[in-house]
């Protein structure tokens, strides 16, 4: 774990700004980690104490000299770098994005240059599970509808009607990494059929594996994404996969925006072909379609999976030891794979 000091000494970090920049050395060096979006301020404080920090900012100017320095990039695992911005940096090893995702982070263009890249996966399952499970349980039982009935005072003209259950109910999993299996565990202990579906079979795992994502999806009363984002997981939840769910189904999504057909998603859900949905996660945050914000049978959060002060400060551990295993010459501890689908 990482210790902050008491008192953290006071650092010349570098600022590019929209209104232009500046080239502020660092104890007589340049600083050596550039930060691209934003990141909370315990995590800059030791970056920025350690190696000092570049911090990007939108519409900069760019200083050649600052920037050519850097061996590190920081992205925040939404934002993410393009090529473009990849180009900027002639002395950069590592893009290390403080989140599970990095399908903003040019994976590919990452690889052609030989750049390693890390993520903060893990960490955070045990948060999401628990999200996951909450959205759930509210989409089935339509807790948010109930929780509006009786703010509104419509209880005392009559009863709600009636939701569905978790009795019987068989869920499939899309993605069965660590967020996966765990909130898998929480559903077994609920009393519900788990099966699951990625791109290859779990030999320690007793659930049933569905190679078909429309089977698995036709077979299952609640679908649910784990699966991270990326080329290889991009639009994995189609119209053929969301209708096979039917009217009385329901989807869950806290994997990533991206792996859903969110236009069609939003058709069904309006005309009933699909019953219900839970969603921490969309294609254009933090825009959310307003047509989605319309409907009693969804339930909207605004990406709160990983947001607890233990899980953010837990990942900022783990990025900041990849970044000291990169400086010191040791393997790092959350290498991403060559496509960026993890444990898909």
Not at 53 to 64: E, F, I, T, Y
Not at 129 to 158: Q, S
Not at 166 to 174: E, K, T
Not at 216 to 234: E, F, H, N, Q, W
Request: proline share 4%; charged share 20%.
């Amino acid at each position: 774990m990482i210790a902050l000091p008491r008192s953290m000494p006071r650092t010349a970090s570098h600022v590019l700004g929209a209104g232009g920049s500046r080239q502020g050395e660092r104890r007589g060096m340049l600083a050596r980690v550039a930060l691209l979006g934003e990141v909370d301020a315990r995590t800059f404080a030791v970056l920025d104490d350690r190696y000092g920090v570049v911090r990007m900012r939108s519409g900069a100017v760019a200083n050649k000299r600052a920037l050519a320095a850097c061996e590190v990039l920081v992205t925040n695992g939404l934002q993410g770098v393009t090529a473009d911005e990849l180009d900027r940096f002639p002395a950069l090893k590592l893009v290390a994005s403080l989140g599970s995702g990095v399908d903003t982070d040019a994976l590919g263009e990452c690889r052609a240059r030989g750049l390693q890249v890390t993520n903060t996966p893990g960490v955070l399952a045990e948060d999401v599970a628990d999200l996951a499970l909450g959205l759930l349980i509210a989409a089935v039982r339509r807790i948010c509808v109930g929780h509006d009935f009786v703010r509104n005072g419509r209880w005392p003209a009559g009863r709600m009607p009636l939701t569905g259950s978790l009795r019987g109910a068989r869920v499939g999993m899309i993605g069965l990494g660590k967020t996966g299996r765990a909130l898998a565990r929480r559903l077994v202990a609920c009393g519900v059929e788990m099966s699951y579906h990625c791109y290859r079979t779990k030999s320690d795992i007793d659930y049933r594996f569905w190679p078909d994502l429309i089977e698995m999806a036709k077979y299952s009363t609640i679908l649910v994404a784990c699966c991270p984002g990326g080329d290889a997981t991009r639009g994995i939840v189609s119209r053929e996969v969301l209708s096979a769910i039917g009217p009385r189904g329901t989807f869950v999504n806290v994997g990533h925006g991206s792996v859903v057909d969110e236009p069609a998603m939003i058709e069904l859900l309006e005309t009933g072909r699909l019953g219900a949905a839970a969603l921490d996660v969309f294609a254009d945050e933090p825009n959310v379609p307003e047509a989605l914000m319309a409907l009693d049978n969804v339930v909207l959060q605004p990406h709160q999976g990983s947001a607890t002060a233990d899980a953010r400060h837990a990942m900022s551990n783990q990025l900041i030891d990849n970044i000291e295993a990169l400086f010191a010459g040791r393997a790092l501890l959350s290498p991403v794979d060559d496509d960026g689908a993890g444990d898909y």
